[in-house]
Nanobody, 127 residues
Framework: VQLQASGGGLVQAGGSLRLSCAAS????????MGWFRQAPGKEREFVAA????????FSADSVKGRFTISRDNTKNTVYLQMNSLKSEDTAVYYC?????????????????????WGQGTQVTVSS
């Protein structure tokens, strides 16, 4: 499956952005989808994941209550709505797809739990 992330940009602290990740190539609804991010000089970290149906989601503590992951299987797209952005949210954001399971599990929060990755989209939050 091919993943194309978009929607990043420059935003002031407290603002909002919505990232999108369009998938093509295989049946989108077979995959758990996730978002990760990597800030300069830091390791990649998990942000959020969503089950195949969208019925179950899980987010990192650092973004809970501010970020929401969702998906539209009719459009083969997963979204990350980011509100109340902080300077520490500045990073390149990557979407990823996991073929290992259609439901969330222990590997859903780890990079090695995903088989396919998008190219990343830059999010910069100015304070």
């Amino acid at each position: 499956v091919q993943l194309q992330a978009s929607g990043g940009g420059l935003v002031q602290a407290g603002g909002s952005l919505r990232l999108s990740c369009a998938a093509s190539g295989r049946t989108f609804s077979n995959y758990v989808m996730g978002w990760f991010r990597q800030a300069p000089g830091k390791e990649r970290e998990f942000v959020a994941a969503i089950s195949w149906s969208g019925g179950y989601t899980f987010s990192a503590d650092s973004v809970k209550g501010r970020f929401t992951i969702s998906r539209d299987n009719t459009k083969n797209t997963v979204y990350l709505q980011m509100n109340s952005l902080k300077s520490e949210d500045t990073a390149v954001y990557y979407c990823a797809a996991s073929s290992r399971s259609r439901i969330l599990g222990p590997t859903s929060t780890t990079g090695w739990g995903y088989d396919y990755w998008g190219q990343g989209t830059q999010v910069t939050v100015s304070s």
